[in-house]
């Protein structure tokens, strides 16, 4: 274990230099949320404005869990960056834990989104956003957000080792923003069709968004929901534990095997 910390510090340390260097997809990944906070909630807020609520104030949540879900992009292009480019066979040749390589980028990522999430909250205190609950039940829907991009990255890590192509990482990771789209993020899941409501309420980021909106006081939780969405803070949980117990182990055998 302390190996393993000592070499995962050092990974963590290089993962964040190479974000200082090569900032582009950080940038696009913290500018856009924004961007969209600004033109949904100013351009799309009458049309889509919800009794009782402001859609504003619904809508942040949704582009925080979504900016989460991009973990998913940014740990598979990096990952499949390296791969591709050799870095990782010259990181298996020497002494140092496997697992450390990959914590090291998620780690980072983890750093980096903590940091990077600031911006998108002052944007919406601007618009009229705000924290109705308790200053525990905030820092609670913050703790969840991060393990949720933390086990969000370990997915995309896992695939940019299976793919090795920084094009094809590319390319299958654009396909992720569709997954905000099939969830609650954007506008209430109730109101959709009777299948596309069950598939809304079973991904993942309906649950942590739903939470994250209860936490905040943003919104309550939705009657007659599936139970990830009905108990949403046990339901975001319980998804980032599979995850996470899932995808860990695959990504850290993947890393270690190589091409095997």
């Given at each position: 274990m302390t190996a393993l910390a000592y070499d995962g510090t050092a990974m963590l340390g290089r993962q964040l230099r190479r974000m200082r260097n090569n900032p582009g997809l950080l940038i696009l990944t913290q500018t856009m949320p924004i961007s969209m906070l600004l033109f949904f909630g100013y351009v799309f807020g009458s049309a889509l404005a919800m009794p009782g609520a402001d859609y504003r104030a619904f809508l942040l949540p949704g582009l925080l869990v979504a900016t989460a879900a991009g973990g998913v992009m940014a740990g598979m292009f990096q990952a499949a960056q390296d791969t591709h480019r050799g870095?990782?066979?010259?990181?298996?040749?020497?002494?140092?834990?496997?697992?450390?390589?990959?914590?090291?980028?998620?780690?980072?990522?983890?750093?980096?989104?903590?940091?990077?999430?600031?911006?998108?909250?002052?944007?919406?205190?601007?618009v009229g956003w705000r924290i109705e609950g308790s200053a525990a039940e905030a820092a609670g829907a913050f703790g969840l957000l991060l393990l949720f991009r933390f086990a969000a990255t370990w997915i995309g890590i896992f695939l940019g080792l299976l793919t090795?192509?920084?094009?094809?990482?590319?390319?299958?990771?654009?396909?992720?923003?569709?997954?905000?789209?099939?969830?609650?993020?954007?506008?209430?899941?109730?109101?959709?069709?009777?299948?596309?409501?069950?598939?809304?309420e079973w991904n993942p980021i309906s649950a942590v968004t739903t939470a994250l909106r209860d936490l905040f006081g943003n919104a309550p939780v939705p009657e007659g929901a599936a139970w990830p969405v009905a108990h949403p803070v046990a339901g975001s949980l319980a998804w980032c534990t599979v995850l996470l117990v899932v995808f860990v182990p695959l990504a850290v055998r993947r890393y270690a095997h190589g091409e095997r």
């Open positions: 870095v990782m066979d010259r990181f298996r040749t020497l002494p140092m834990s496997r697992a450390a390589v990959p914590l090291g980028q998620a780690v980072a990522d983890l750093v980096v989104t903590a940091a990077g999430t600031v911006p998108l909250l002052l944007v919406g205190l601007a090795r192509n920084e094009e094809a990482a590319g390319q299958l990771g654009g396909a992720t923003f569709l997954l905000p789209l099939l969830s609650n993020a954007y506008i209430p899941a109730d109101g959709l069709p009777g299948w596309l409501r069950v598939v809304a």
